[in-house]
């Protein structure tokens, strides 16, 4: 227990020190999991709208294939999204491996289907009559969806924490896609398995703990702003 108790004090030194490699960790970690929640979301949100609020065809079977791809293999993202980006691949002469935005591609396909899935879930479990009394009393097409959208904030929030905690702890995609350079594409997750890999376990602790710190401090205060509306 001690080398945990070492690396919590030495997490904080690090902090306080201003230490340029765990910083840079730190950066990249919250630059990937920003750009691939922005995309996650502005395309699962709609998504997981449209599922949830119609009935269409084969309906019940993209639903299945939705959920399925909730519990997708982090390292299968990587494989696939390297496949693409290398240079003999399709999307190779766009330059996006090795970089945090080839990172972010992966993160993001990653977190869309639990997007989709659960705010679909959250469109489904409200009361029925909500869209008969909207039309009923003169809403438009728009002022249905924003109301839905609105009367189902809190598990549309839920995915999205479901999202950003999958995203944020990822190692395959970021490990195969990203390359684990240093100072340039090194995330905590990464930093943590390769300082675990050369047996510093101490500062694979504190790398732990600054993750640890992160989650908690984005998921409390969604969760402040759940409370507060």
Known sequence: MNYIIDGLFQAIQLLINGDGET???????????VYSMIVSLFIGIPAGFLMGHHDFLWKKHIRTITDTLMSLPTVLVGLLVYAFLTNRGPLGEYGFLFTLEGIAIGQAILALPIVIALTATAVE?????????????????????????????????????????????????AMMVGGNIKWHTRTITTAIALETNKGEFVTGVALGIVLMAIAFIVNFSLSFLRNRS
Not at 23 to 33: E, T
């Open 125 to 173: 479990s409200m009361d029925y009559k909500l869209k008969v009394t909207l039309v009923s009393l003169g809403a438009s097409r728009r002022q249905v969806l924003f109301s839905t959208l609105w009367e189902a904030r809190y598990g549309i929030l839920a995915a999205s924490m479901n999202a950003f905690g999958r995203v944020l702890t990822e190692v395959g995609i």
């Open 23 to 33: 910083y840079s960790a730190v950066y990249a970690s919250i630059r990937v999991s």
